[in-house]
Every structure is written in C-alpha cells, then in structure tokens.
C-alpha cells in the first residue's frame, strides 16, 4: 500500500527566506503532484512531475522528483506572505489511485 | 461560471436526515471525484466516474450514494450520517481518469456537520 508523507507538517517562516518541504513515499510511482490550498478554499495544482529527474518552476516555487529516492521537494525562495497555505504532495499508486499526504501547513510571517 | 463548482458550501444535517450534495464542472472534462478530507487525515478519494460510469468506489460506506447523471455534473447523496462523517467534502474533475497524466481540478468543497 502506497504511503505518502510529507515533512514538515507545519512551518512557519520569515519573509525573504528558503526552505524547502520533503514528500517521501512508499513504492515505486513516477507521478507526482503539488497542490496547495488556501484556508477555505479550493485546492489548485501547482505542478505535475512525470519523471525522474523533473524539475519544474513557477515564480519563488520549485518542484523536483527524484524517483529513486522516493522524494520530491518543494523549494520556496525569497518567501513572501502570499505564499502561506497548505501545500499537498499526492503521488499516482499502480492502480491509477492519487495518495495525498497531510500536507505542509505555511505560515510566512511578514 | 467557470472551473468548478459545489453546493451548498456549508451544511449541517442531522443524523436521520436526507441530503445531496452538488458538484458541476464546467471544463469540458470527462472525468468526476469526491474527496473527504477530514481534520486529522490526509484527502480520501470516495467515488470516481469516468464518461459517467462509477471506475473506483472506495470502500465508502452505503450511507454515501454518489449518482453522475453527465460528465458535468456529479452529486453525492447523504442519508444516515454519523458524526465522524463531519469533513470537508471536495468535488473534482480531469480530462480522463484513465490518461495517468491527467491534472485535477478542485472545487471550494461542501463543508458538512453532522450533529
């Protein structure tokens, strides 16, 4: 059975920060995804990762896949205050399933 | 209205009641989720429909019906909840579930109590 678990669970932060959040999981997958939610709100995809090696980036956020680790990452550069929320890794199981994991909650302080 | 959307946003039933929930995407896609996603675990996947035909059922008790009607809309049907049933329940929709590229997209959910 296909486990995901992301760390930290909560993390709280300056602005104009790095930091990095960790999503392990259990057995061979090789999609992985990033979404994030805001407090009430719906979840938004972030990034799609297809393959070992895949590095995407969007502004001050960057995902990479490393699948013989098991482990993707979700950088945060230069972190400013809209980017506090909740930041979800899920990962496609064999059977086509997406696991989610709990989730990074983000609070960037100004 | 555009992506997708859910209601009611908010409700609070009673364990003997009866209730729906709504979802409609409005993307084009083929392919409808429900999701609980409950305080202290990570999103479940409930129900998954793909061209209208129920492809995944959880291992969701029979107090939750899901009925998918067309590719644009899906409900869940509510009858005999418990409390623990209490969760943010989210709606979601893709290009295909079969496509293991395909990105979801979310809805702002149905927050539920059950009292």
């Known amino acids: 059975e296909l486990k995901v678990e992301q760390n930290p669970l909560f993390l709280s932060m300056q602005e104009g920060k790095n930091y990095t959040i960790y999503c392990n999981y259990s057995t061979t997958s090789d999609r992985l995804y990033w979404y994030r939610q805001d407090p009430g709100k719906s979840l938004e995809s972030l990034f799609v990762l297809l393959s070992n090696g895949a590095v995407k980036q969007e502004g001050r956020l960057m995902a990479s896949l490393d699948t013989k680790a098991r482990l993707s990452t979700l950088h945060i550069t230069a972190a400013v205050h809209d980017l506090s929320a909740t930041y979800f890794c899920a990962v496609l199981n064999r059977d086509d399933k997406i696991i989610f994991g709990k989730g990074t909650r983000l609070h960037i302080l100004p | ?115």
Request: glycine letters at 4%.
């Open chain 2, 1 to 115: 209205e555009t992506g997708v959307t859910q209601t009611p946003r908010h409700l609070v039933m009673g364990m003997t009641n009866k209730k729906s929930l709504k979802c409609e995407q409005h993307l084009g896609h083929n392919a409808m989720y429900w999701y609980k996603q409950s305080a202290k675990k990570p999103l479940e996947l409930m129900f998954v429909y793909n061209f209208k035909e129920q492809t995944e059922n959880n291992s969701v008790p029979s107090r939750f019906s899901p009925e998918c009607p067309n590719s644009s809309h899906l409900f869940l049907h509510l009858h005999t909840l418990q409390p623990e049933d209490s969760a943010l329940y989210l709606c979601a929709s893709s290009q295909s579930s079969r496509d293991r590229d395909y990105e979801q997209y979310f809805g702002p959910g149905t927050r539920l109590t059950v009292t």
